[in-house]
């Protein structure tokens, strides 16, 4: 199988997870092209160009996710203008880094993030009732989560996405389903920023870039559809489980090579 047609299938599946989840999809999309071409005889494709095609699916499905969650009511502009530039020129000098980082330091920073992300949306948490409109949150606390989480974001294709969503709702005390649909806010600021930086040290793959770009177009959307009639709590537990799995898979590879 080429990897065209590997490349539609991983992005469309992790598309739907973005817009269900609002992960960004590259949690799911770093594993899926990491391990899909081999199996299926395909290429292998190297860790940096699949960070680089996870930031593009990381903004297309983003804008679309975003969008629909927006119209439900789902995405606090306060808080992705809050932490949304901060996250940018973060993710923007993440993202130049990565370029003279070894793939196995990419891996295992993706792997603890996901780690990370996943121990907490485990935890039992009461968020504070209230609206998109009206959620609050600690500014400082939430810069200084936007800039950290931005840079390794930018480094290893958004994996920080995922501890995004735990931070809005377990440090910042935001509604889970506010802050899935703000967290893909907040990522498309990181997402154009990274995509710059990848694309200008030539870890982004045209032709893939494109196919990835077109399957959110289609799945994303649909994910987001789903994501607004299913109940928060199950919601994060999908995403824990989902986040643990490519974690312990990457983590292998950065500490083995297999």
Same mark, same amino acid.
């Given at each position: 199988?080429?990897?065209?047609?590997?490349?539609?299938?991983?992005?469309?599946?992790?598309?739907?997870?973005?817009?269900?989840?609002?992960?960004?999809?590259?949690?799911? =999309?770093?594993?899926?092209?990491?391990?899909?071409?081999? =199996?299926?005889?395909? +290429?292998?494709?190297?860790?940096?160009?699949?960070?680089?095609?996870?930031?593009?699916?990381?903004?297309?499905?983003?804008?679309?996710?975003?969008?629909?969650?927006?119209?439900?009511?789902?995405?606090?502009?306060?808080?992705?203008?809050?932490?949304? +530039?901060?996250?940018?020129? &973060?993710?923007?000098?993440?993202?130049?880094?990565?370029?003279?980082?070894?793939?196995?330091?990419?891996?295992?920073?993706?792997?603890?993030?996901?780690?990370?992300?996943?121990?907490?949306?485990?935890?039992?948490?009461?968020?504070?009732?209230?609206?998109?409109?009206?959620?609050?949150?600690?500014?400082?606390?939430?810069?200084?989560?936007?800039?950290?989480?931005?840079?390794?974001?930018?480094?290893?294709?958004? &994996?920080?996405?995922?501890?995004?969503?735990?931070?809005?709702?377990?440090?910042?005390?935001?509604?889970?389903?506010?802050?899935?649909?703000?967290?893909?806010?907040?990522?498309?600021?990181?997402?154009?920023?990274?995509?710059?930086?990848?694309?200008?040290?030539?870890?982004?793959?045209?032709?893939?870039?494109?196919?990835?770009?077109?399957?959110?177009?289609?799945?994303? +959307?649909?994910?987001?559809?789903?994501?607004?009639?299913?109940?928060?709590?199950?919601?994060?537990?999908?995403?824990?489980?989902?986040?643990?799995?490519?974690?312990?898979?990457?983590?292998?590879?950065?500490?083995?090579?297999?």
């Amino acid at each position: 199988m080429p990897d065209e047609a590997v490349t539609v299938l991983s992005g469309l599946v992790a598309s739907f997870l973005s817009g269900l989840l609002g992960i960004g999809g590259g949690l799911v =999309l770093t594993p899926l092209l990491l391990y899909l071409p081999p =199996l299926l005889g395909a +290429p292998a494709l190297s860790v940096k160009i699949v960070t680089g095609l996870t930031i593009v699916q990381a903004i297309s499905g983003s804008i679309l996710g975003a969008l629909r969650h927006r119209a439900y009511g789902n995405v606090s502009a306060r808080i992705v203008w809050l932490m949304g +530039p901060s996250s940018a020129v &973060a993710s923007l000098a993440g993202a130049f880094v990565s370029r003279d980082t070894p793939d196995r330091v990419l891996l295992l920073i993706f792997a603890v993030i996901a780690f990370a992300g996943a121990i907490m949306l485990l935890l039992p948490v009461t968020p504070r009732p209230g609206t998109a409109a009206d959620v609050d949150v600690n500014r400082p606390l939430a810069i200084a989560l936007a800039l950290v989480l931005g840079f390794f974001g930018g480094m290893v294709g958004i &994996a920080g996405i995922a501890f995004l969503i735990a931070a809005l709702v377990y440090l910042l005390r935001v509604p889970p389903r506010i802050a899935i649909g703000t967290s893909l806010g907040v990522g498309l600021f990181a997402g154009v920023a990274a995509l710059v930086g990848k694309a200008a040290t030539a870890q982004i793959d045209p032709p893939l870039a494109a196919i990835v770009f077109a399957s959110a177009l289609v799945a994303s +959307p649909v994910g987001a559809a789903v994501s607004v009639r299913t109940q928060p709590r199950l919601l994060l537990a999908i995403l824990a489980a989902i986040v643990s799995a490519a974690a312990g898979r990457i983590a292998i590879t950065a500490l083995t090579g297999l």
